[in-house]
């Protein structure tokens, strides 16, 4: 299994991004996927997910209202919707295939991830 991040790039506050990954798996809509982000020195920290089937997802705190997570299972991708961007955002944000069919906050729940996209924010 091999995801594809991509969609990064260098913005100023207040503007969009969308984050796109592609997955090279015949059963991709068995299973949930996730996004999730790391900054320089930190930890990676979760930020979105969505079950096998779209119907369910969840977000960080900091990026409700925010951000959006969708997925097309016809097309092995899952999207990240990034609006109403912060400087705070600025991470390196990686997509990642949950184990399961349910979402979940945790990276040990997440067997697979790609290998991250630079999104830079700029105040």
């Known amino acids: 299994v091999q995801l594809q991040a991509s969609g990064g790039g260098l913005v100023q506050a207040g503007e969009t991004l969308r984050l796109s990954c592609v997955v090279s798996?015949?059963?991709?809509?068995?299973?949930?996927m996730g996004w999730f982000r790391q900054a320089p020195g930190k930890e990676r920290t979760f930020v979105a997910s969505?079950?096998?089937?779209?119907?369910?997802?969840m977000y960080a705190d900091s990026v409700k209202g925010r951000f959006t997570i969708s997925r097309d299972n016809a097309k092995n991708t899952v999207y990240l919707q990034m609006n109403s961007l912060k400087p705070e955002d600025t991470a390196v944000y990686y997509c990642?295939?949950?184990?399961?069919?349910?979402?979940?906050?945790?990276?040990?729940?997440?067997?697979?991830w790609g290998q991250g996209t630079q999104v830079t924010v700029s105040s």
């Open positions: 990642a295939q949950a184990r399961s069919r349910r979402s979940g906050v945790r990276t040990y729940e997440y067997g697979y």
């Open positions: 798996s015949s059963g991709f809509s068995n299973f949930a």
């Open positions: 969505i079950d096998w089937g779209g119907a369910r997802s």
